[in-house]
Each structure stands twice: as structure tokens, then as C-alpha cells.
């Protein structure tokens, strides 16, 4: 049976302990940014409202997300990167009147923000 050299059981911890380091130390951070926008009316700010178009960073063709609030009024999306970005509401509510609203939003990398937008 042979003996291990007390060098070279120094070596295999070493090696073990910087392997670990390095295969938990690196791991990726979490940079999405989800943002939660809900659409409510300024006049009675209780009142949710459905089905809005909500527009997020409308002048960034690259960037520019459009999408519907849902039944209870909110729109989500989840941002690979963090930015403050511009959100513009609108629901048509007749032939000639339309309620709009707008905001701003700052997202923050791993995190969820959320925004009330109220529209009048």
C-alpha cells in the first residue's frame, strides 16, 4: 500500500479549494429587470383600468416594448438591461375621446419595480 506524501496531500487540498472557488465563485449575477406597470384612472385613483395599451420607451425603436394591461390592470415585462425608460398609456373609451397617461420608470439590475400610471 503506498503512503501519500504530506506535499501532495497539500497540493490535492489546494487544488480542491480553488476549484470550488472558482465553480461557486463565478457564478452569473441576475441582471433582468422586470417592470410591472398598473394602469388606474386620476380621477377615482381605486379604479383600475383594463386593457390599456401601455407603450414602454416609445422614442427607442430598439428598445420599445408595447403590450396590454390585463384583467386586474397591470402589464409585465421582464429587461435584460437596467435604464430609465419613458411609458405612455392610452385606452379609447368612445369614437372621439381617449384617456391617456404617462410615466417614467427606473429599472434596477435583479430587481422588480413597480409603477402606477394614471390616465385621465
Known sequence: MKKISFKSLITLVLAVSISGIVFFGCKKAN????????????LDTMQILQYADVIIAPNYPDVRVAGKSDASGQYQKVFKYEGILDIQVYK????????RGTGVIRLKPGETVSKTVFVQ
Open 92 to 99: 379609447a373609451i368612445g369614437p372621439n375621446d381617449t384617456l
Open 31 to 42: 441582471t433582468d429587470c422586470t417592470a410591472i406597470i398598473t394602469v388606474k384612472k386620476l
